[in-house]
């Protein structure tokens, strides 16, 4: 293969990466992989690996820590952030609330909710070029649990756990479990996580210490 040919085909990478680009702007990112076939003696093969950074954001998104069925703190102003297109106005609404703001020119938005008393159930609802609605969302004590291996101790390991399980029909206290994940600067997200109501068939899961 010579040089006119690897030219040709690093032209032919380059616009299909481009238009693939173009076609779908959801992704953070991209690999395409093309392979060249080299029939000289030896017959090697080129492997070419495209990165395609899109920093851009088609649709409004929060971070995983929110959901349906979540407990917003009560007495304290309560921040929502998320990401959209830059310069994209967003408005989010709770209870009697509504506040509005810009996306930066990274994408990134935050605005505060005025403190609000204990009560529910409650929409939360945040509105751009897209709207997510978030449903049954309480105002309450919020908790952290942290802590070494004794920390995963759930109600499916206690000792009465099948009555503990069949009795637990307790719909204001919900949680959301982290998922591991190992990370050496600060995240913008969790990796995941759901709110969940506490009842027989969840229960099981739930905190045993926290």
Same mark, same amino acid.
């Given at each position: ?48 690996? @495209? ?16 959901? @349906? ?33 810009? @996306?930066?020119? *990274? ?9 609000? *008393? ?62 591991? *994940?190992? @990370? ?7 990796? *995941? ?18």
């Amino acid at each position: 293969m010579n040089g006119d040919d690897n030219s040709a085909i690093y032209k032919s990478i380059f616009h299909f990466a481009m238009e693939s680009n173009q076609c779908d702007r959801r992704l953070n990112s991209k690999f395409i992989i093309f392979r060249v076939h080299s029939y000289n003696m030896k017959k090697l093969t080129l492997a070419i690996l @495209a990165l395609i950074s899109v920093e851009a954001y088609s649709n409004v998104k929060l971070p995983k820590i929110f959901g @349906a069925n979540m407990v917003l703190q009560r007495g304290k102003p309560i921040p929502v952030w998320g990401w959209a297109d830059p310069g994209e106005k967003i408005s989010v609404q709770f209870n009697k609330q509504t506040k509005t703001v810009k @996306a930066d020119k *990274s994408g990134k938005w935050m605005v505060k909710l005025d403190p609000e *008393s204990a009560g529910g159930p409650f929409t939360f609802l945040v509105k751009g070029k897209n709207s997510i609605s978030l449903n049954n969302v309480m105002v309450g004590e919020v908790w952290v649990c942290s802590g070494q291996s004794n920390m995963e101790f759930s109600v499916s390991g206690a000792i009465n756990a099948s009555q503990e399980i069949a009795e637990a029909k307790y719909p204001l206290i919900r949680q959301i479990k982290v998922s591991h *994940s190992i @990370a050496l600067t600060p995240k913008d997200d969790i990796a *995941s996580g759901e709110w969940k109501v506490c009842d027989p068939e969840t229960a099981g899961d739930f905190t045993a210490v926290g």
